[in-house]
């Protein structure tokens, strides 16, 4: 069974652009959640979707933004870059919302800002 | 204000021998509890979890401990192998509409 799938792997970009991350979740899996990871910081969870919906929003900032597609893939965008948003992004997805369900995590997408 | 606190950066222990580690909350509607395990360049694994209605689950050389009067828990290993080196992050969740809250994460170096 394939496992969680992010594209790309490493990206890099310049303050003031924009960003979309893109993420395919397990077969079967409903439910796409991301997170920012930063050195010396644990993952700082973004938001949820499960059917097309928002769930669930961390408290980031409106410029970051995200969507689920009708085939449970989702994409996440960051408009305006600030140096501060290099980070490694996780994407994770389980097969419902439950609280008793682990999320299984991608590689993640490596965003470094110059 | 964080809720999921793994005090320990960092953890050194030898080959065969046990590892303990620690993590603490503060948000007592946490009913579940994870480890995930996570390599350089990889995306977290999913470990070994616990609902809050036990207080031990084990899985091979893994085994989790929670302690919900001290809002405490923990993950043992053993033996442990150089191929556990890695970093642990601890994480909780509430039931209901509440996303998964993470530990900073302890390094674990497991020296042969």
């Known amino acids: 069974k394939a496992g969680v799938t992010q594209t790309p792997r490493y990206l890099i970009k310049t303050r003031g652009q924009q960003v979309t991350l893109s993420c395919s979740p397990i077969s079967g899996h409903r439910s796409v959640s991301w997170y920012q990871q930063t050195p010396g910081q644990g993952l700082q969870f973004l938001f949820e979707?499960?059917?097309?919906?928002?769930?669930n929003k961390g408290n980031f900032p409106g410029r970051f933004s995200g969507r689920q597609f009708s085939n449970s893939r989702s994409e996440m965008n960051v408009s305006t870059l600030e140096l501060g948003d290099s980070a490694l992004y996780l994407c994770?997805?389980?097969?419902?919302?439950?609280?008793?369900?682990?999320?299984?995590f991608g590689d993640g997408t490596r965003l470094s800002i110059l | 204000d964080q809720q999921v606190k793994q005090n320990s950066p960092s953890l050194s222990v030898q080959e065969g021998r046990i590892s303990i580690l620690n993590c603490d909350y503060t948000n007592s509607m946490f009913d579940y509890f994870l480890w995930y395990k996570k390599y350089p360049a990889e995306g977290p694994t999913f470990l070994i979890s616990?609902?809050?209605?036990?207080d031990k689950n084990e899985d091979g050389r893994f085994t989790v401990f929670l302690n919900k009067s001290a809002k405490h828990l923990s993950l043992h290993i053993v033996p442990s192998q150089p191929g556990d080196s890695a970093v642990y992050f601890c994480a909780a969740s509430a039931t209901g509409n509440t996303p998964l809250v993470f530990g900073k994460g302890t390094r674990l170096s497991v020296i042969a």
């Open positions: 994770a997805s389980r097969p419902g919302t439950g609280a008793n369900q682990p999320q299984h």
């Open positions: 979707y499960f059917s097309e919906t928002q769930r």
């Open positions: 616990i609902s809050s209605i036990k």
